[in-house]
Each structure stands twice: as structure tokens, then as C-alpha cells.
């Protein structure tokens, strides 16, 4: 009996022992355990939390539609800028336009400047040439108007010497200090070289003059003065006469053989520059500088020499 109490004892000390176990295992289990205790925690703390995480999404919502607004406020100006740029370009490019239309009608008008201005100086140019040509007819009018007057001069002091001359000498011949003489003026009468000049002289009668006092010579000068044209170089102006020094080197001679006793020479003269063996006489304001040495084959104008005629 007591052995079956123990042994019933036994099994139900051994139930109970199992069963006290499986109570504890399963309640202790920690699987189990956990679990339970996190359905317990989350069940005893998401009443708890839930409106702090409410609270957290809408300030995260606000924050990001501060966000937005912000981007959105900032392409919103950056389209204003593009748009005020765009603009800007545009007046800019209008601007640049006008300009270029200014400046082409600028490079028109300066086009047409410089053609009105080339045609301008053409025409002062012609005006100029036409002025010089008339300025040049004036002077040749004045020259010939002194040429006139210096001849009239020359006629009037001339005319006793031509009435003169007309009783005593040939026509065209002049009568002064007693013998008649010839000025080969006139430009019709080419001129000559002094062999030349001398046989003209010769076939008139006469011979080149011998100027062998200073009567002859300042009657010859005034003459010649009287008739000098100005524009005539002074190198085309002489008058061979009947003095020369072939026959020996600055001996000079007349015609009729006497050896110069008195000269006119002009300073410096005679010098003999080249082989200058014939004497002439030029008009100048200082009659006693009136002779130069030329070479004998030279062309001049002369001056002859004749014995008058007297009547009874």
C-alpha cells in the first residue's frame, strides 16, 4: 500500500513535477516569454507615443513644404531673371540695330560728303588753273604794256636823232654826235654773230661802231636802256661792236687799228672764259659796267657805224 501511495504518490509527484515544469518551461520559455513581453510593451506604449510621431511627420511635412516653397520662391526668380535677361537682350539687340542704322546712314551721308567734297575741290582746282591762266594774260598784258611804253620811251628820246638822221643818214639810221648809226632793234632782224653783224654794217656803208669816247658811249647807253625789253635775259640783250682782241690776247683794238684806251667793262670783264674775242655792249643802269667779252661766234644783236652826209 505503502509502496502503491508511493508509487501512485511517485506518479502523480511526477505529474505534478511535470506538470509544474511544463507550466514553468512554457511560461519561462524565452521566446514565448519576449514575445509576450513585447506585445505587452507595445501594447502598453503606442498609446503613449503615437501623437509625438504624429507630430514629428507634420513638422516634417511643414519642413518640406517650406522646402518647396522656398525652391519654388527661387525658380520663380530665376525665371524672372531669364525673362529679364531675355529682355535685356532683346533692348540690347534693338539698341545695337538703331545703332547700326545710325552708323550706316553716317558712312552714307559721309559718302556723300566726300563726293560733293572731291567734286568741290575740283572745281577750285579749275578755278585755280583759271585764275593762274588769267593771272599769266595779265602779266603778259602788263609786260607788253612796259614793252609799249619803254618803246614810246625810246621813240620819243629817238626822235630829233631820226629827223636828224633823215637829212643826214640812211633811212632807219640814227644821227647822234655827229655820225649816223644803226641799232638792230627790231626782232624781225634775226640776230648774228659778230662776222656777220659787220658784213650787214659793211654792205650798208658802214662798219661796227667805235665807241672811243665817253660821249659816244653814254649817248649808245641811254639808247640801249631806252629800248631794253626786261623779260629778255640779259645774255640775249647784247650789241656786238667794233672791238675785239684776235690778233693778240687781251690787246683790244678797233677796227681801224688804235688800241683801246678807255673800256666800259662790267666787273670781272674781260676774262676770256671761252676764247671770248668780241666785245659787246649791254643795256645796264650803271653805263659804265656795260661791256662783257662773248665769244665772236655767238648770236647778238649789233650796232653800226657811218659817216654822215652832209648837204651843202
Not at 35 to 43: F, G, I, P, R
Not at 99 to 105: G, S, V
Not at 147 to 156: M, Q, V
Not at 210 to 221: N, P
Given at each position: 500500500m505503502k509502496d502503491k501511495e508511493n508509487s501512485d504518490g511517485s506518479y502523480e509527484g511526477t505529474y505534478n513535477k511535470l506538470i509544474s515544469q511544463e507550466d514553468v518551461s512554457v511560461d519561462e520559455h524565452?521566446?514565448?516569454?519576449?514575445?509576450?513581453?513585447?506585445?505587452?510593451?507595445?501594447?502598453?506604449v503606442r498609446p503613449e507615443f503615437r501623437p509625438n510621431h504624429y507630430r514629428v511627420l507634420a513638422v516634417s511635412l511643414v519642413v518640406l513644404a517650406v522646402i518647396l516653397l522656398i525652391v519654388d520662391i527661387g525658380l520663380g526668380v530665376y525665371y524672372n531673371k531669364l525673362t529679364?535677361?531675355?529682355?535685356?537682350?532683346?533692348?540690347?539687340?534693338?539698341?545695337?540695330?538703331?545703332?547700326?542704322?545710325?552708323?550706316?546712314?553716317?558712312?552714307?551721308?559721309?559718302?556723300?560728303?566726300?563726293?560733293?567734297?572731291a567734286a568741290e575741290v575740283s572745281e577750285q582746282q579749275r578755278t585755280k588753273w583759271e585764275l593762274e591762266h588769267q593771272n599769266r594774260r595779265c602779266k603778259d598784258y602788263e609786260n607788253k604794256a612796259d614793252?609799249?611804253?619803254?618803246?614810246?620811251?625810246?621813240?620819243?628820246s629817238h626822235i630829233p636823232m631820226i629827223e636828224e638822221g633823215c637829212r643826214h643818214c640812211l633811212p632807219g639810221w640814227t644821227f647822234m654826235n655827229s655820225q649816223c648809226y644803226y641799232f638792230a632793234f627790231?626782232?624781225?632782224?634775226?640776230?648774228?654773230?659778230?662776222?656777220?653783224?659787220?658784213?650787214?654794217?659793211?654792205?650798208?656803208?658802214?662798219?661796227?661802231?667805235?665807241?672811243?669816247?665817253?660821249?659816244?658811249?653814254?649817248?649808245?647807253?641811254?639808247?640801249l636802256n631806252n629800248y631794253h625789253d626786261p623779260s629778255r635775259p640779259i645774255t640775249q640783250s647784247g650789241f656786238w661792236i667794233g672791238l675785239r682782241d684776235v690778233e693778240e690776247e687781251g690787246v683790244w683794238k678797233w677796227l681801224d687799228g688804235r688800241r683801246l684806251a678807255e673800256g666800259y667793262w662790267n666787273d670781272g670783264e674781260p676774262n676770256n672764259l671761252n676764247t671770248e674775242d668780241c666785245a659787246a655792249a649791254y643795256p645796264r643802269a650803271n653805263p659804265f659796267k656795260a661791256w662783257n667779252d662773248a665769244p665772236c661766234s655767238y648770236s647778238l644783236k649789233w650796232i653800226c657805224e657811218m659817216a654822215p652826209r652832209f648837204e651843202n
Open positions: 524565452p521566446l514565448y516569454a519576449n514575445l509576450e513581453k513585447h506585445q505587452v510593451s507595445m501594447s502598453m529679364g535677361g531675355h529682355q535685356t537682350i532683346t533692348d540690347i539687340n534693338s539698341e545695337v540695330a538703331k545703332l547700326q542704322a545710325t552708323y550706316n546712314l553716317a558712312i552714307q551721308r559721309r559718302d556723300e560728303a566726300k563726293k560733293q567734297l614793252k609799249i611804253k619803254t618803246e614810246i620811251a625810246g621813240l620819243k627790231s626782232e624781225a632782224i634775226s640776230r648774228r654773230s659778230w662776222l656777220e653783224a659787220r658784213q650787214f654794217c659793211k654792205k650798208q656803208g658802214g662798219d661796227l661802231a667805235v665807241i672811243d669816247s665817253t660821249a659816244k658811249h653814254m649817248a649808245v647807253s641811254e639808247l
